[in-house]
């Protein structure tokens, strides 16, 4: 009887931007509103670091939310209006409530805003390893944006922040998203960075370097495919988030198509 050998997962080497501290040791910040040109909208530096980042083309089942923090899915949702912030929100809104519920199990999802990312657009591809929330400004974003649920939350009811990100077309030929995977991101990898904006202040998460993270991705990603990013979860013995981040693929041809996408930031609530 022939011996069936499994194949080796595909990995590329990419380098990624990890978190560096302030020089001078102070509190990180980074400033997301209009500043004088010139001046610095942060105030800690990049650590590169060359990294295994593994495609997961043929095994997307093998990912969950509560055990990885982040999943796949196919969906085509039919629109294409990407330039009218209206239609967005009237027709393509409700399409990713259905995708996030169907993929949680959620009793309400609210839909807090969403980024579409153009290589030369005004919201470029981040390229940083990062988690879009903190415990503390997760609670926040219930305050802002559903208060009708933040009794709940206090005593105890479970809730999430998910992003909803796909390709507005495809494939995807350069900066693919890398996932880290949340077994393997220790409670110490994640930095809190002040988030200053005009009117208030927020927080999100920095990610240092540990050679036990592990990174994937999904390659050639077209627009009918879809993946869901766990940034915070108040459930403590599931994955409680992912780091994520664009990145420069060694592979990408040298008339790669620009990268085109949109995220969906997500409450999640439990009944």
Request: net charge negative; hydrophobic share 30%.
């Amino acid at each position: 009887m022939a011996t069936i050998t499994e194949t080796a997962p595909t990995a590329i080497q990419a380098v990624l931007n990890f978190y560096g501290p302030p020089p001078d040791g102070s509190q990180p910040y980074n400033i997301v509103y209009d500043v004088p040109e010139g001046t610095p909208t942060r105030n800690y530096q990049d650590n590169k670091v060359s990294v295994s980042v593994v495609d997961a083309r043929g095994r997307e089942q093998e990912f969950s939310l509560d055990t990885n923090g982040f999943a796949f899915n196919n969906r085509d949702h039919g629109f294409s209006n990407w330039t009218d912030g209206d239609a967005i929100k009237a027709e393509y809104y409700p399409d990713v409530i259905d995708a996030v519920k169907s993929a949680t199990g959620a009793a309400e999802v609210i839909i807090f805003d969403h980024t579409i990312r153009t290589k030369d657009g005004y919201r470029n591809p981040v390229q940083f390893v990062h988690v879009d929330q903190t415990p503390w400004s997760a609670s926040e974003r219930v305050r802002l944006h559903a208060p009708h649920r933040l009794e709940g939350i206090l005593n105890g009811k479970r809730f999430q922040i998910i992003n909803y990100w796909k390709p507005l077309s495809g494939p995807v030929e350069e900066f693919p998203l890398a996932l880290g995977d949340a077994k393997n991101m220790g409670p110490d990898d994640v930095v809190h960075v002040q988030h200053r904006y005009r009117d208030r202040n927020g927080e999100t998460g920095s990610v240092k370097y540990n050679p036990g993270q592990e990174f994937y991705y999904l390659k050639g990603m077209n627009s009918d495919e879809e993946i869901f990013i766990k940034c915070y979860d108040s459930k403590q013995d599931v994955a409680i988030r992912t780091p994520h981040t664009a990145f420069v693929d060694p592979e990408s041809p040298a008339n790669a198509r620009p990268r085109e996408s949109i995220e969906v930031r997500t409450l999640v609530f439990y009944d």
